[in-house]
């Protein structure tokens, strides 16, 4: 590798809006040299990452959407519950051969 040791892929970020053609034309780009037009900010922009620390349950809802965030929270409360009982069948089974007088 050499010279390419400390070279990390780079990141995009980026916000598209897709809108109808009126008002594409309406609020038309910069021409030649001219800078864009300014473009109101995201209103329901999500920082993911503070969201995810902050509020978890929030970020799942942010990123399976409204529909499917119950089948998910349901889903794996079950499957949380499902390994519990497996665990507790486990255990009490493997503490009757310890226990075993």
């Known amino acids: 590798l050499g010279q390419y040791e400390n070279i990390y892929p780079a990141r995009l970020l980026m916000d ?7 008002v594409a034309e309406a ?3 910069g021409q030649g040299r001219e800078g864009p037009s300014e473009l109101p900010y ?3 922009r999500q920082d993911l990452l503070r969201l995810s620390i902050s509020d978890p349950f929030g970020a799942v809802k942010l990123v399976v959407g409204k529909k499917n965030y119950t089948l998910v929270t349901v889903g794996a409360l079950l ?17 009757k051969e310890i226990f075993a007088i």
Do not use: D, H, N, T
């Open 27 to 29: 609020r038309a780009v």
């Open 16 to 22: 598209v809006e897709v809108i109808p053609a009126l």
């Open 42 to 44: 995201p209103k329901e």
């Open 79 to 95: 499957a949380g519950f499902a390994i519990g009982l497996i665990c507790v069948a486990a255990l009490i089974s493997y503490g």
